[in-house]
């Protein structure tokens, strides 16, 4: 006898049909069987050692963050409610160019110093790997042998790469410096990374020019990964920035994934159409293009990233030197106020704007909830020397909402047809971005329900299936017999964010079962002590 059946399920298969009633059984964590409008037919109705009645809820495929910053805290975190609760079964690591493998010693002590505002210092982790496979053979040992709470798939960080063969100096790699590289990204594939991430704004990962950044999409193409890059601006020049991406990709022959694809800042308030139309081209022309977004305005990223290119160069370490040298800091604060920095997107910043969202030291909590430009005046100073204060105080751990973005342009993009969700969400901090918590439900509930932006049967395409296929995943993302039973059961009525701006670390509502590998991580809406995650490598 199979071990659960869930019965009378409206299935909404992740194909982006037309949903229909059905028991789906589950045993040794794959679907079994399916049996469409089984009460109704009067036929035989499965039995399984367990049955769940699912009157009045939806089955779906569990949820793909396709943008996620979770590296540490899987491993941090046994509980990891923050996405298991949104009903996200797998995330994709990696992101933005920086994370924690492949690395030496000297890498590693400066990523983790560069990224502490996303993951936290990780003096709480035992960093006992430095290739891509150590850390993805860690994610599979998990918590004493019994594994995560959710799969992970990861991106081999072309920052990371590029730091640990040329270092974090604004130059062109030599020959042999990009052989190293060309290795070190083939390496990771081999070892079952799904692709490569960039971070164009982030240091050292931004100085690489667009020969480089081809010659390293080429070994990606040739193991049928996928380049995911942040590119180079989201604001002044962000569609140059897309073109930019799409470009290289076509010449290397390498499939595209557009992270956190938006349009921000004033200057592009009302242009997501031109985007549109740019992919819709290269679609036509032949270009294997996708894109993930999360249905909020706000960005989120580090205090520091906002900093022109040529002050953190060197690294942490020199970019804090350069903050405390009075005339350097004169020299960014004109390149943020008045030049528009690379950091920023080339846009001046608008210190109104930028929200402190966490800390690394516990001694400056005064400045989280309020923006850059309120800690300012409370203190009579300009801003600027607010920023620079925090900075410095902060050891660039600071983390930051950034409200510059526009819903017309969310919304639009949400609607194309190569779109699937990622939430970006950072779980460190005070008050985060709501979105770590209240991604996949946001969708479910505003944009289907209450807003009408998508069908539920497109949303759920967008949220499984569709990021499958780009993972290149033959068995995950679907509701079909052989697949696996990583399941999420939903409320279409009462799902909703329970995540916002003034409490972030809010569960959703709605999402009462969420299954990995056919097990129950939530159950009647509490998370179980299951671990049943794993990594979940490239396929050759």
Not at 37 to 64: H, M, T, Y
Not at 107 to 115: F, G, M, P, Q
Not at 124 to 145: A, K
């Amino acid at each position: 006898m199979a071990e659960l059946v869930i019965r009378d399920a409206d299935v909404v298969d992740g194909s982006g049909g037309a949903s229909y009633r059905a028991d789906v059984v589950i045993d040794g964590g794959r679907i079994v069987s399916i049996v469409q409008e089984a009460a109704a037919a009067g036929c035989q109705r499965p039995r399984a050692r367990r049955e769940l009645d699912a009157e009045g809820l939806v089955l779906s495929p569990g949820f793909i963050d396709m943008h996620a910053h979770s590296d540490l805290a899987l491993l941090r975190d046994p509980d990891h409610s923050a996405k298991a609760a949104q009903g996200v079964t797998l995330e994709v690591l990696g992101q933005d160019g920086l994370s924690y493998a492949p690395v030496d010693d000297r890498t590693l002590a400066e990523v983790r110093s560069a990224i502490t505002g996303w993951n936290g210092d990780g003096d709480d982790i035992d960093f006992d790997w430095r290739s891509v496979g150590e850390y993805l053979d860690r994610l599979d040992r998990g918590f004493d042998g019994q594994g995560i709470a959710v799969n992970a798939a990861y991106l081999v960080p072309q920052g990371t790469v590029r730091a640990l063969a040329v270092g974090w100096e604004d130059r062109a790699a030599t020959p042999r410096e990009l052989d190293r590289m060309r290795q070190l990204v083939a390496e990771g594939l081999e070892q079952g990374a799904v692709g490569l991430s960039s971070g164009l704004t982030y240091t050292p990962g931004m100085y690489a020019k667009d020969a480089e950044l081809t010659e390293l999409c080429r070994v990606v193409a040739s193991y049928g990964g996928y380049y995911c890059p942040h590119h180079r601006s989201y604001g002044a020049g962000a569609l140059e920035a897309y073109e930019e991406m799409v470009a290289l990709t076509r010449e290397a022959g390498c499939a595209l994934h557009l992270a956190h694809a938006t349009m921000n800042f004033g200057v592009n308030k009302g242009r997501a159409p031109e985007l549109l139309s740019l992919l819709d081209d290269a679609l036509a022309a032949g270009s294997d293009i996708s894109l993930d977004t999360y249905p909020y305005t706000p960005g989120s990223t580090t205090l520091a990233a906002l900093l022109p290119s040529w002050a953190s160069e060197g690294g942490p370490e020199e970019v804090l030197r350069r903050l405390a040298d009075q005339e350097t800091a004169e020299r960014v604060r004109h390149h943020l106020e008045v030049v528009g920095a690379d950091g920023c997107h080339g846009v001046p910043v608008e210190w109104d704007t930028i929200e402190i969202s966490g800390v690394r030291d516990p001694g400056l909590g005064d400045f989280v909830g309020r923006t850059v430009q309120e800690s300012a005046d409370l203190r009579g100073e300009a801003p600027w020397v607010t920023a620079r204060r925090l900075l410095l105080d902060d050891r660039l751990g600071s983390t930051i909402l950034q409200h510059v973005g526009h819903e017309e342009n969310v919304r639009a993009i949400m609607r194309h047809p190569v779109h699937t969700g990622g939430s970006d969400g950072i779980l460190q901090g005070a008050k985060p971005h709501p979105r770590a918590y209240g991604t996949f439900p946001r969708y479910l509930g505003r944009y289907v329900r209450e807003l009408g932006v998508l069908t539920l049967e497109e949303c759920v395409a967008r949220l499984t299936a569709r990021p499958a296929a780009r993972l290149r995943l033959p068995d995950r993302g679907l509701v079909r017999e052989g697949y696996r039973a990583d399941l999420v059961l939903f409320d279409p009525a009462t799902v909703a964010a329970g995540s916002s701006f003034e409490n972030p670390r809010v569960l959703p509502t709605g999402i009462p079962y969420v299954l990995v590998d056919g097990r129950f991580v939530i159950e009647d809406g509490r998370r179980t002590d299951v671990l049943a995650g794993r990594a979940v490598r490239r396929t050759p």
